[in-house]
Each structure stands twice: as C-alpha cells, then as structure tokens.
C-alpha cells in the first residue's frame, strides 16, 4: 500500500510553471516595478502612480505648448502627466484590471484619437480617465490561456505608457506614434513558461471606437528564453482613417533587447541594450504602399550603477512616415485628430522625416521611486516642434478647432527642438 501510495504520487501532474518567472526580467522596458506590494490582500494588489514633470524647451514657445510628443506636453511649468490609481482584482480564475487617467494624458491621450467623431455618445469624454479596464479569465491549459476583454495596453512600439517603468521619459517616434493602448479583446496563448502568442481583436489603432466599418486585427509575440534576452513583435491590420473604408493599414513593430552584464558587486551592476524596428504603409484609398509608408527604428543602451541604484540611458531613432499618418498632429489654435489643420497638413504623400537623440539619468533610491533628468535633441525635415511665437493665436483658440484665425497670425514651427525634462515618478 505504501509503494503503490509513492508510486500515484510521482506520477501526479506537476503545476505548470507561471510564464515568465523562471527569471528577473525587471530589466526591460516594461518591465521595472517594485519588488513589493505592501497593502496587497488575497484577493487585490493595489497599485497607485504619479508622474510629475518639468519641461524646458530652447525653443521658448511663447504659449508654452510642446508640439509632437505623446509623454511631453508643456514648457517652463510644473505638470502632473498621469496620476492613477487601480490594481489587479482577482479571485479563482477570473480576475480585473484597473487605472486611473488623471492629469495631462486624460486631455492629450484622447485628442490624438478621431473616431468619437464618428457617431454619438462622446466616446473620447467616456474613456478619458482610464488607462485601463479590462476582465480575465484564465483557463489551466498549457502553462495557461487568458481570454481578457476592455481596455488594455499594447506595447507597440516597446516602451510602456507610464513612464515610471521605461529607461526613458520621451520614446523615440517608432514608440511615440504607435499605439499605447487598444479597445477590444485579447486571448494570451502559454505554450510554456517561454513564449506568449497574444491575438488581437480591436476597435482600431489606439482608438475607443472604429473609424470605419471593419474591427483591426492583430498579433502580439513574446518569446523570452533566458534572463538575458527577450524579443518582442507585433503585427497589426486596419482600416484606421476616418471616413475612408478603402485605405488598408498594415504595421510590424519588432523589439529585441539583452542583458549583456551584471555584477551587483561592481561599479557597474548592469549593463542591456534594445533595438526596435518598425515598418508599415497605407494601401487603397487614394494611396499605394510606394508612397505611403512608415519605417523607423529606436535604439538605446542603459547602464545602471551601486547596486542599481542609479541609471543612465543613451540612445535615440529615426522615422520616415510619407503621407503623415501617424504623424502626431501639432495643436495648432485647437486643433485634433478629427479637426486636422491647413498650418501642418496630412495628405497623401506629404513628406516628413524625424531624427532624435538623448541622455537619461536616473536616481532610484528605492523601487517605488525614480528622480529623472533627461536631454531630448529632436529634428525633423519640415517645420513641426513649437517655435518661439508658439501655436496659440494671441488671446487664446480662435474659431474652430485647427482653423485660420483669419487675422494673419501664422504658427510658429521649427524644424528642431532640444529640450531638459526633470520627472518625479512614483508607483506604489
């Protein structure tokens, strides 16, 4: 009886293994968060954010907007970019995430996004403070299956939207102008403990409606096996311009990054790499894939020091995006997604090629905290970053949104922005 009660219980399944922890990957973009939630209970693990920042651009926009970022929107002030406040619930099987969006990514997010402008109800008013709000539920299939419904981050382009758990404050382009977040339902696939096949049915691309008739389709990939290197791709297919059911949107954003050093004990505790690459056109429509396209690419090297205490990041990218589409559209006197305007115009085949360069610096004196002092250098081929005579007509937004004043006031662009960001972030 004893023998045979060994016998069962060697051959009893073993749990499968959680996906991803077989190692620290804290490192990655993303990836960086506390080692401890102290107020998590059984069934929720509360998470709390802030992040406050001070912009000075050397441009000296005289109305104090920043131009072209998605993270950096205003110059020689004290700004509040996100403050959240959520966590994870869970109980059994099925569990909901949840944040807040208060501060400037709960105006600046939603302008960037036309598709309430199709219909009613005032899409871009109902989802304007939350970064996300999705249900799971897990099924115990290979080292498990989610299927996850709402709104969820996309991780397109690599960096994360807080930008508490990047290596950098301001993303290059490639990660800038592509979407942080997406509408709609992902099932995340664990074949083993390795490997995430994660696909996509969404609204559209970072949108909280469809610009059309047609849901976008998607597919995110994460293969991670060893500690030291992970490589990341997303591929995705839409119908994104409003109004124009016949323009396809196709787009492949692939990220590798490797740890290629660690000594806890030295000067130097850590050392990693990353290489993001993107590439996409537009197609039907009035438009080919010969003259409206994206293509770009971010790299950068981090660096962290005693004991990982403090951070030092270098890097930079560049974009060529013929056509605009996913150009970030200046503010011009008011102006969003749906609104465009004639001061910086997006039609087919209108050219625009970006460059950017910067130096990040971080003191970390616990994981909950991070002081950040970076140096953006930021060039395009056309006139696009907030000059010194601003994007504002005097006396404030004339007329409708993006419009012509009609009292000769022009915008003010340039073709380069340097730019000193200090950031105060905090998660909980």
């Known amino acids: 009886m004893g023998a045979f009660a060994s016998f069962a219980y060697a051959e009893e399944a073993k749990p499968a293994a959680e996906p991803f922890a077989f190692a620290d990957f804290t490192w990655t973009p993303g990836g960086y968060a506390p080692l401890e939630t102290p107020l998590a209970t059984k069934y929720f693990t509360p998470e709390i954010r802030l992040d406050s920042a001070y912009h000075y651009s050397f441009n000296h926009p005289s109305d104090n907007t920043i131009s072209g970022s ?8 004290f700004q509040i970019t996100h403050a959240g406040v959520g966590g994870d619930f869970k109980y059994n099987d099925v569990a909901f995430r949840f944040m807040t969006q208060f501060g400037m990514y709960s105006t600046t997010t939603p302008r960037n996004d036309s598709s309430p402008s199709r219909g009613q109800w005032q899409l871009d008013s109902a989802y304007r403070y939350i970064s996300e709000a999705y249900a799971s539920y897990h099924l115990n299939v290979w080292n498990g299956i989610n299927i996850q419904a709402g709104l969820f981050m996309s991780y397109v382009g690599l960096w994360s939207y807080y930008n508490f758990d990047n290596w950098t404050y301001q993303p290059s382009y490639v990660s800038s102008n592509t979407p942080w977040f997406f509408n709609g339902m992902r099932v995340q696939f664990f074949p083993s403990d390795k490997l995430k096949i994660e696909p996509w049915l969404v609204n559209g691309w970072q949108s909280y409606g469809k610009f059309n008739n047609a849901p976008g389709l998607g597919m995110q990939i994460l293969w991670r096996p ?64 010969k003259s409206q396209y994206f293509v770009g690419f971010m790299a950068y090297n981090r660096l ?61 004196p616990t994981r909950n905290l991070t002081f950040r002092l970076e140096f953006n250098h930021r060039q395009a081929s056309v006139p696009y970053f907030s000059g010194p005579g601003g994007v504002t007509p005097p006396g404030g937004n004339t007329g409708s949104a993006g419009s012509d004043p009609g009292t000769g006031w022009q915008p003010d662009l340039a073709k380069v922005e340097n730019r000193i960001t200090v950031a105060m972030m905090l998660r909980l």
């Open 226 to 289: 060893s500690g030291w290197f992970t490589a990341l791709g997303n591929q995705y297919y839409g119908t994104d311009t409003l109004g124009n059911a016949q323009r396809k949107r196709y787009h492949t954003d692939d990220s590798i990054m490797a740890k290629y050093y660690e000594n806890q004990a030295g000067g130097v505790s850590k050392a990693a790499f990353s290489l993001t690459a993107d590439a996409g056109c537009e197609t039907g429509g009035g438009v080919d894939c």
């Open 304 to 364: 962290w020091f005693d004991r990982d205490r403090f951070g030092l990041t270098v890097g930079g990218g560049a974009i060529r995006n013929p056509g605009r589409y996913l150009v970030l559209l200046p503010p011009i006197n008011g102006a969003t997604a749906t609104s465009g305007t004639a001061s910086f115009t997006e039609n087919p085949r209108d050219q625009y090629t970006a460059y950017d360069t910067q130096v990040t610096g971080d003191y970390m």
């Open 70 to 77: 998605s993270e950096v929107f205003r110059h020689g002030e």
